[in-house]
């Protein structure tokens, strides 16, 4: 018995010691110059920074959308969500060819043999499992939500955000294993004279490393130009691989939740529509949309944000709700909640915290860019809050509760 | 990022950076499958491990097993391409097409356009052509490179011949 486990362990142990004879393991299989380390360094310096801001901006969203009690949003500057979100669908999109890239380069290492050479190689090489399945499934679902294309058959948010902490303990795990590499090869790098206009042709022909570093520069830079515009206003006629424009929809911007889709088509053309505010307040408020318009009114130039990246920033006017408020005989320092005539659904409602109630800004929207809202843009009111997102700026609103 | 308390032999792993590291991220790791544990499930606001899983690992295995295996393949393919100075243009421009079209390829399916009925802002554009001019671009610049490398390589090939004074 002992003897024959013995005898397996050193028949383990030889196989280990030499690798098979047959590809991919054999020596020499992979030929190409681009395995190797230093385009696999600076691949992964650029993937640190592109993860870095992806994974904090949508941590970002993510509190945003469900604060705990330790984390208050607030409403300015009111352009804030637009650019963090905006860099969240950016950088992951500029992802895409960075990853793939630096996973073609590092391919070889897949097949390593022997595959573990101690303890420490192992858990380096087991965290290499969430971090690229983690990365590639991050990238794509991030890709399929901002297309609107929902094959999985699972709820986005928690599946695509819990990834993202898998993914990034993973890759805490990597960059210390192999941040030396990066010094390797950033102090190995020589001062170029005069670096030529043209990857350098080796032997082989073909791409050199500093070629691929290149393309992958040349893909991202190409990823960004044909998708930022829909945010980046002056960009937006390069939005060629966009799904969104943001000078397109209904009163010149998108729309998310049609009002067909939250099934208000009847309840919001109602002529007996009632804006109703209540809760902590002096008097309970029932006002028409004729009442509405005869209140004094505010405008602003606010953007709408969506969290799948786009935005636009029309002018709104209508109602201030810290104005509202008062007009209620509500206390000052108050959290708010509206409430849509959206009968069911996951976004209808929004609770503001006292900062959004208190900002002069945050409007129940009548008119948008001169004129009344469209149905599907939320007529007859609409919550538009600066630095709030998309996704929580409720349209036909019914009721206002002072909390 | 991580600096390395003692003085190391320059592109010496340190093992107290990765030990820490490793602490660190394995913590990192945990609290993330803590979550999705905790909204593991079928409702509407569920994340069915199952198919989570599936779309994980799978997303792993289609990558390992078949994109690379196919992007090798078609490397070794153009080792033939002659003369020598279109391969690195010829890589250059099937390189970024993958890559465009693997981004435009919701787009040119139109995926969200069943999202929601009479959603008209959704998928706005006129892909097709979009995505074969983003690729018109990229091969007439693989087309510069292969000009710009042809004009290197005669310029290299005349100094070679020239006498020299």
Redesign the interface.
Same mark, same amino acid.
């Given at each position: 018995m002992v003897r024959t486990a013995g005898r397996l362990i050193a028949g383990g142990a030889r196989l280990l010691a030499t690798p098979p004879r047959f590809p991919p393991f054999r020596a020499g299989s992979?030929r $190409?110059r681009l395995h190797h380390e230093a385009p696999a360094a600076w691949l992964g310096v650029a993937l #640190?920074v592109t993860f870095t801001v992806c994974f904090a901006t949508g941590l970002l969203s993510h509190l945003i959308q469900q604060p705990g009690s330790w984390f208050v949003w607030t409403p300015r500057p009111a352009g804030l969500y637009r650019v963090t979100q905006g860099l969240h669908v950016v950088t992951g999109?500029a992802s895409?060819?960075l990853l793939?890239?630096k996973?073609?380069v590092v391919?070889p290492h897949?097949w390593a043999w022997p595959p573990v050479r101690g303890v420490?190689s192992a858990?380096?090489r087991l *965290?290499i499992?969430?971090l690229?399945?983690?990365s590639?499934?991050l990238l794509?679902?991030g890709?399929?939500n901002v297309?609107?294309?929902?094959?999985?058959?699972?709820?986005f948010p &928690? *599946?695509h955000?819990? *990834?993202?902490? /898998?993914?990034?303990? %993973?890759?805490?795990?990597?960059?210390?294993?192999k941040?030396? /590499?990066v010094?390797?090869v950033a102090?190995a790098r020589e001062p170029r004279p005069e670096p &030529?206009?043209?990857?350098a042709?080796g032997p082989? @022909?073909?791409? $050199?490393r500093r %070629?691929i570093l290149a393309?992958a520069g040349?893909?991202t830079g190409?990823?960004v130009l044909?998708?930022a515009g829909t945010t980046v206003g002056p960009l937006e006629r390069l939005a060629?691989?966009?799904?969104?424009?943001p000078s397109? #929809?209904?009163q010149g911007? &998108?729309?998310n939740?049609?009002a067909? %889709?939250a099934r208000v088509l009847e309840t919001a053309v109602d002529p007996g529509y009632l804006l109703r505010v209540t809760g902590r307040v002096d008097e309970e408020l029932s006002l028409s949309l004729d009442d509405l318009r005869a209140l004094p009114q505010r405008s602003a130039v606010l953007p709408i944000a969506c969290v799948e990246g786009w935005s636009a920033s029309p002018r709104w006017s209508g109602l201030s709700l810290p104005d509202l408020l008062r007009l209620a005989g509500a206390p000052a320092g108050v959290a708010v909640h509206v409430e849509s005539l959206q009968p069911s659904g996951?976004y209808r409602a929004t609770t503001l915290n006292p900062a959004f109630a208190a900002d002069p800004d945050t409007l129940l929207a009548l008119d948008v860019g001169g004129e009344p809202l469209h149905l599907?843009h939320g007529f007859p009111v609409r919550l538009i809050a600066p630095n709030n997102p998309g996704v929580l700026q409720t349209k036909w609103v019914a009721t206002v509760t002072v909390l | +990022?991580?600096r390395s308390p003692s003085r190391r032999v320059?592109?010496?792993?340190?093992?107290r950076?990765?030990?820490?590291?490793?602490l660190? @991220?394995?913590?990192? +790791?945990?609290?993330?499958?803590y979550?999705?544990l905790s909204?593991a499930g079928t409702g509407?606001?569920? /994340?069915?491990l199952v198919?989570?899983l599936g779309?994980?690992?799978g997303?792993?295995v289609v990558?390992?097993a078949v994109f690379?295996p196919l992007?090798?393949l078609v %490397?070794r393919g153009?080792?033939r391409?002659r003369p020598?100075?279109l391969?690195?243009p010829v890589?250059?421009g099937l390189?970024?097409s993958v890559?465009?079209t693997?981004?435009?390829w919701?787009?040119l399916?139109g995926?969200?356009r069943t999202?929601?009925?009479?959603?008209?802002?959704?998928?706005? #554009?006129d892909?097709v052509p979009?995505?074969l001019?983003?690729l018109a671009?990229?091969w007439a #610049?693989a087309a510069v490179?292969a000009l710009? @490398?042809a004009r290197?390589q005669r310029r290299a090939a005349v100094s070679r011949t020239a006498p020299r004074g």
């Open positions: 992979f $190409s #640190g999109l895409i060819p793939l890239a996973l073609f391919y897949l420490a858990v380096e *965290a499992v969430p690229v399945a983690g590639l499934f794509l679902s890709l399929q297309t609107y294309w929902y094959p999985w058959g699972f709820f &928690p *599946a955000y819990w *990834a993202a902490w /898998i993914t990034i303990g %993973g890759l805490v795990v990597h960059v210390a294993a941040v030396h /590499i010094r390797r102090a &030529p206009p043209v990857p042709a082989e @022909g073909g791409l $050199s %070629g393309a040349a893909a190409l990823v044909t998708t060629l691989l966009s799904p969104r424009r397109v #929809g209904p911007f &998108p729309v939740k049609t067909a %889709g996951l599907d | +990022m991580s320059e592109g010496e792993a340190s093992p950076v990765f030990w820490t590291g490793v660190l @991220g394995v913590a990192v +790791m945990a609290w993330g499958v979550g999705l909204q509407p606001l569920g /994340i069915r198919r989570w779309w994980v690992l997303g792993l990558h390992d690379v992007v090798l %490397g153009l080792r391409v020598v100075a391969r690195t890589q250059v390189g970024l890559v465009m693997l981004i435009a919701p787009l399916r995926y969200g999202a929601q009925q009479g959603n008209a802002s959704i998928l706005p #554009g892909y979009a995505w001019g983003v671009v990229i #610049g490179l710009a @490398g290197r």
